[in-house]
């Protein structure tokens, strides 16, 4: 599946990105909530599920995880467009949440390439206090997303200053 996504989809797709702690699945909770067009779709969640599922596309993220390798971008945005496309067809207006992808400006080159466009970005930041209880410091990369300026968040064209309504460190 997920080959014809691009053309098909016509619910407007923002990615949420931040570390961890920040709140991302909190606030995409109460949104979805508040908006009941919208959906949510973390991307681990999908993952993990087509691996208890026990497709064959399963059994192939199953051993990439197992070999400590990283799942290739077209798999995870296949099964990202594919519930999408579910969710479509189920009356979903969105929009339509993702959080998790992409983490890499090669997954966002990727998702270009093959899946509707983004229509927002949602960034979440959280303070050291929150990064800490979440069990990671400020700064620490979140698989190419981080909560300190500049870093990570620049592979994604997010980098600087990306916080205008404070300067806080």
């Known amino acids: ?12 797709v923002v990615f949420v990105l931040g570390g961890p702690g920040a709140g991302k699945g909190t ?6 909530a508040a ?19 026990g497709s064959t596309r399963g059994k192939e993220i199953a051993q990439l995880m197992k070999e400590g390798k ?15 496309a579910k969710a479509e067809a189920a009356g979903a207006k969105g929009p339509f949440l993702v959080d998790g992808f992409p983490r890499a400006m090669d ?9 509707p466009a983004c229509a927002a970005v949602l960034l979440f930041e959280a ?10 410091g400020v ?11 500049g870093c990570g968040l620049a592979r994604l064209g997010l980098g600087g200053n ?8």
């Open 107 to 115: 997954q966002l080159t990727a998702w270009d390439a093959g899946a």
């Open 127 to 136: 303070s050291e206090k929150a990064s800490e209880h979440a069990g990671v």
């Open 35 to 53: 908006y009941p067009e919208c959906r949510y779709f973390a991307a681990g969640d999908l993952l993990r599920n087509e691996v208890v599922a």
């Open 162 to 169: 990306h916080s205008p309504q404070h300067d806080d460190p």
């Open 70 to 84: 990283l799942v290739p971008a077209r798999m995870t945005i296949a099964l990202l467009t594919d519930a999408m």
């Open 139 to 149: 700064g620490a990369d979140f698989a190419g997303c981080s909560t300190r300026p």
């Open 27 to 32: 606030q995409c909770d109460q949104l979805c």
């Open 1 to 12: 599946g997920g080959g014809g996504a691009k053309a098909s989809i016509r619910t407007p």
